[in-house]
Nanobody
């Protein structure tokens, strides 16, 4: 059973930084893509950044420059470094992994940015 576990969320002041981590376990197969999504209260889920194995990393254009995604393929772990956080970044951040044609999701980690 594929399991994704996120960590690193919390409360931070505006202008601060956080690093989220997501570890994928339970699969013997190669992970095709890993990424982060977020859902703010009352809004739809949106893509933050996605990395395709052996390819490119795609960022939401409004976040590029503040957010950086890194993948440790050896550990099946994806990181999201978030800098200069703003109150509008407050959301539930969820990790996703795509393998064997299916998308798997973690339960998410809450990020709250105070003004």
């Amino acid at each position: 059973q594929v399991t994704l576990v996120e960590s690193g969320g919390g409360l931070v002041q505006s202008g601060g930084s956080l690093t989220l981590s997501c570890a994928v376990s339970g699969s013997p197969f190669v992970i095709y893509a890993m990424g982060w999504y977020r859902q703010a209260p009352g809004k739809q889920r949106e893509q933050v950044a996605v990395s395709v194995r052996g390819g490119s990393t795609y960022y939401d254009s409004s976040l590029k420059g503040r957010f950086t995604l890194n993948v440790d393929n050896a550990k099946n772990t994806v990181f999201l470094q978030m800098n200069n956080l703003k109150p509008e970044d407050t959301a539930l951040y969820s990790c996703s992994a795509r393998l064997r044609g299916m998308n798997y999701w973690g339960k998410g980690t809450l990020v709250t940015v105070s003004s």
